[in-house]
């Protein structure tokens, strides 16, 4: 069985890593604070002082970093994985980047003999727990094949997308409908609320109307009970919108909806919601509206 390493325990990444311990693998553990290393070892995991360390017990690393910069950081700077893992080995990144940083990498390491997956995942601490996982996966078929049992044991449907950076792409691809449809549920639903309506009946009957959605049966019932959690943190919708553009502009590519979508989801951070639920993103569109002032007409 591969020996695997596994750096960033976050919403993510503990978890994930919890569903490797259950599956049975041998797992080195590394993460800028100390807590989530200590809870994990409590579960059996063996702890590193530095990514290079991670990369000296493993054949197979995983990472699940908040932005590019970490993870190129963590991978190529002083210190980091690069310096320790041996060639054969093979770096898996989970983490939400983008396809040039994506094929930077595999770059980089291949050189030293080293495969590399950018594999980035849609389903939240939610599906990261259940072992549920959508995995998009860019990369060469040899290294994908090798690691299959590790993803299966985080993941329920892994897909080959293409070569190194099509699973960013892919991810990217599914992070502006994500960005749009949670802020196009949030104008709905301040509407309803405008209007008087009763916002638990706008739910069932949305629920079974055209204007249905994955993502508005998850974040209106947020908005209805007011309460927004720390899942799918608004600093890292934020973050995904800002690589989109970055992206694009390669592309030259105008993005009207993105752009607009990433300055509600700024000012969000702005008030202060960075680490919490992207849904709150209703309370910027609130503070713009003003104070309800006007009787409703249902
Ligand atoms: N949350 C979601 O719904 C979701 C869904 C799909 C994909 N993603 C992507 O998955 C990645 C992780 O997301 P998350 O929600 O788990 O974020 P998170 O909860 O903020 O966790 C990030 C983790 O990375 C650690 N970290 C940061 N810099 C580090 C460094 N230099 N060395 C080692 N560890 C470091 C942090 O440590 P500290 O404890 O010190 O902060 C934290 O434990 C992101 O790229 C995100 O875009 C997230």
Redesign the pocket.
């Known amino acids: 069985m591969e020996r695997i390493g596994f750096?960033?325990?976050?919403?993510?990444?503990?978890p994930m890593a919890r569903n490797l311990l259950n599956a049975g693998y041998s797992l080195t553990v590394?993460?800028?604070?100390k807590?989530?290393m200590e809870e994990l070892a409590s579960y059996g995991a063996k702890t590193a002082g530095s990514?290079r360390e991670v990369g000296s017990n493993s054949d197979v690393v995983i990472l699940?970093?908040?932005?590019p910069e970490?993870?190129k950081?963590?991978v190529l700077g002083v210190g980091g994985v690069a310096e320790g893992i041996r060639a054969g080995g093979v770096v898996i990144d989970?983490?939400?980047?983008d396809p040039l940083t994506a094929r930077e990498l595999h770059e980089e390491l291949r050189r030293r003999g080293v495969g590399f997956l950018d594999a980035?995942?849609?389903?939240?601490?939610e599906?990261?727990e259940a072992a549920a996982?959508t995995f998009m996966v860019g990369g060469e078929e040899r290294d994908l094949e090798r690691c299959m049992p590790i993803l299966r044991a985080m993941g329920k449907h892994i897909f080959h997308v293409g070569g190194p950076g099509a699973g960013q792409g892919v991810?990217l691809v599914n992070?502006i409908l994500v960005a749009l449809h949670t802020l196009a549920a949030a104008e709905a639903m301040l509407f309803a609320s405008r209007l008087g309506l009763d916002l638990g009946m706008v739910l069932e009957v949305i629920q079974r109307s055209a204007g249905d959605s994955f993502i508005f049966r998850r974040v209106a019932p947020q908005f209805i009970a007011r309460k927004f959690g720390?899942?799918?943190?608004t600093?890292?919708?934020h973050?995904?919108l800002g690589l989109v553009l970055k992206t694009a502009e390669k592309l030259k590519l105008p993005m009207l909806l993105s752009s607009l979508a990433r300055e509600k989801y700024g000012a969000a951070m702005a008030q202060g919601l960075e680490?919490i639920d992207s849904a709150a993103v209703i309370k910027v569109l609130e503070q713009l509206a003003g104070p309800n002032t006007r009787p409703g007409h249902s």
């Open positions: 750096i960033g325990l976050g919403q993510m990444g503990k590394y993460n800028r604070s807590q989530p990514p699940s970093l908040p932005y970490t993870v950081q963590v989970t983490s939400t980047t980035p995942v849609s389903g939240g601490p599906g990261a996982l991810k992070q720390r899942g799918w943190q600093y890292l919708i973050k995904d680490k």
